[in-house]
């Protein structure tokens, strides 16, 4: 190497090969190539290794199969039937009161995962070790949808035996697992919560703040959509039905913003298309900015 | 090894690193020296791919370090102890760091003995003490064995058991064939453990030479002489065309004549010498002298053409 400011003399590349070769006798160490694979394995004992992951995912659990079942409780024998059609509420919609409040521990816990390295600075060292920082992005969200997801499945099952239960007991309308429709709406409302926290950890890896990616996330799905639903007039509906929220709406229980929403096929697109959109912007800026 | 190439960082509002060429190389300890917002942590940030250059390249054994395969083996660097989750024992912290290379529970057992944190691995980082904290982040360097170690500050907050082992730990490495390149505001420190050094300020490389030629570079010969002759031995040794002083009576500072020659001229005459004490500069001292004179000279002229003069007498030297 021909460096105008050096005074190196020494054969380098001999000494180079030395240390090389000491590597590879003396240790008992033997790295191997970091790709996608190590990056998701590291990313889940950073998760597991977290007792706050374990209180956040445990409080969805409880809190979906906690509300449900107090609702299921409470309206005992106002229940109407699935074929009912007029003003009662449906069963399924009863035991999974808890939906609102376990979307917004989810959307606070996906925004801790995307952006607690940010705080604590981590962050340098882990795109340090995984320097091709997309991985970080997709094994991160990787990692935290697939916990997600189980615990989502969890909490509705039990929110949805949980809380049947108590509506049989009460002799009230129940459905049943294997009725029309039933699984279909349990797995979107499990997707839509899975689909919501991994939208805030990629904001939250885009905002890179803790307060500021919550604060976003919980405006953009529960404050600001009902707010715009009601003040904004009918012709805004057509857009309305866009946001996550309502994408979400047209396959589950939760509210919409406006009065259109789309199909559920339409809905499940739209409310993807957030979230890659959220991880997209979360790559881009992970991989151009100073970590 | 370690290569810059017309390195550069700059922010919207300063420039942080300015045109760096240097080469680190291995088998030595490096040391990295330079003023506050000299550029030292930015551009070992760029080295590890952290933050950006705007133009030149950094390269660890030849390429660019987000492209090599396994990054923790390749490089292990410490450059902010406080940047781990203090909810995560310093154990889990090594293991999702290991993970990234396949690097399992027996070597984060290891390294953990190495740095004697074994008794408190399943403590949460966040209840580290300062040295707690610089030991893990010493540890986490040398979890995959990298062949280059970069470490920003190692002794910070190390007791004095620390700072010595940490030192024959940088030596030991630097013997076994690894790139150091290892940077301490603690000039004593820095003197015992550097071979190398790399000095730079306002984001330009001041010195690159060895610890040796830096500090004789910087060294004037001065020689103290205690001595009841003093009247008569001064007038002796300006004739041979020294500079001589006398502080206080009884002493002299003598300039230009070798602690030999100053005894031999006294034997000659017979004069009584209690004392003969040649005065080698510290670093400390040869690091003051050059980077008040780079000061100056950026008072005087903006664009620093010091700096690059003084590198070329260093080598010259």
């Keep these: 190497m021909t460096n105008p400011t050096t005074t190196v003399t020494a054969p380098t590349s001999r000494t180079a090969d030395i240390a ?52 299921a409780a409470t309206s005992t024998g106002s229940v109407a039937g699935p074929s009912d059609g007029g003003g009662g509420t449906d069963p399924l919609s009863v035991v999974l009161s808890g939906a609102n409040f376990a979307v917004l521990v989810i959307s606070v816990l996906g925004c801790l995962a995307g952006a607690r390295e940010y705080s604590s600075r981590m962050i340098a060292a882990t795109v340090a070790a995984v320097p091709r920082r997309w991985q970080v992005v997709v094994s991160k969200s990787i990692v935290f949808g697939a916990v997600t997801a189980v615990t989502a499945v969890t909490g509705v099952l039990g929110a949805f035996w949980l809380g049947m239960a108590i509506l049989a007991g009460g002799d009230a309308a129940t459905v049943a697992l294997t009725d029309d429709d039933t699984l279909r709406e349990l797995a979107g409302m499990a997707g839509y919560i899975t689909a919501i926290g991994t939208f805030g950890l990629g904001l939250g890896i885009l905002l890179r703040s803790i ?40 396959f589950t229980t939760v509210q919409g913003a406006g009065r259109e929403v789309l199909s559920p096929g339409a809905g499940a697109a739209v409310l993807i298309t957030w979230v890659i959109a959220a991880l997209g912007g979360a790559i881009i800026s992970i991989s151009h900015r100073d970590a | 090894m370690i290569e810059l190439q017309q390195l550069s960082k700059q922010y919207s509002d300063k420039v942080a690193v300015d045109g760096i060429s240097a080469v680190i190389r291995p088998g030595v300890v490096t040391g990295f020296l330079g003023p506050n917002g000299a550029g030292k942590s930015t551009t070992m940030r760029m080295i590890l791919g952290l933050d950006r250059p705007t133009s030149g390249t950094a390269l660890v054994n030849g390429r660019p370090y987000a492209k090599t395969s396994a990054p923790l083996a390749e490089v292990g660097a410490l450059l902010d102890a406080k940047g781990v989750d203090g909810g995560r024992s310093a154990r889990n912290h090594l293991l999702w760091l290991g993970a990234t290379v396949g690097v399992g529970a027996r070597r984060v057992e290891e390294v953990l003995g190495t740095v004697g944190l074994t008794e408190v691995a399943g403590k949460p980082a966040g209840k580290f003490s300062l040295g707690m904290g610089q030991r893990l982040g010493i540890a986490a360097a040398l979890l995959a064995d990298p062949g280059v170690l970069i470490l920003d500050e190692p002794v910070n907050g190390l007791d004095l058991d620390g700072i010595q082992w940490i030192r024959a730990l940088l030596t030991e490495l630097a013997e076994g064939g690894r790139t150091v390149l290892l940077s301490s505001h603690l000039m004593s420190e820095m003197q015992l453990v550097a071979d190398h050094l790399l000095v730079i300020g306002q984001g330009r490389i001041l010195a690159d030479t060895s610890m040796d030629d830096f500090i004789a570079d910087s060294s004037d010969g001065l020689v103290i002489v205690v001595s009841p002759d003093t009247n008569t031995l001064a007038p002796l040794l300006t004739g041979t065309g020294a500079t001589v002083t006398s502080p206080e009576i009884g002493r002299l500072e003598v300039r230009g004549l070798t602690a030999d020659a100053i005894g031999d001229a006294a034997a000659l005459h017979k004069l009584r010498l209690h004392s003969l004490i040649p005065v080698e500069a510290s670093l400390e001292t040869a690091y003051l002298n050059l980077t008040r004179d780079s000061v100056e000279y950026t008072g005087a002229n903006p664009h620093n053409t010091h700096s690059t003069t003084t590198t070329d007498a260093r080598r010259a030297a």
């Design chain 1, 20 to 71: 090389a070769s000491r590597r590879r006798t003396a240790s008992a160490t033997t790295a191997r190539r970091q790709g996608l694979g190590r990056a998701i394995a590291s990313e889940w004992i950073k998760i597991r290794t977290l007792r706050s992951t374990w209180i956040g995912m445990a409080l969805v659990v409880l809190v979906l199969v906690g509300f449900g079942g107090l609702a």
């Design chain 1, 211 to 250: 307060a500021g990616s919550i604060g976003a996330v919980v405006a953009g799905v529960m404050i600001l959509p009902p707010l715009a639903g009601a003040l904004l007039p009918a012709s805004w509906d057509e857009i309305l039905q866009y946001l996550p929220s309502s994408a979400g709406a047209a």
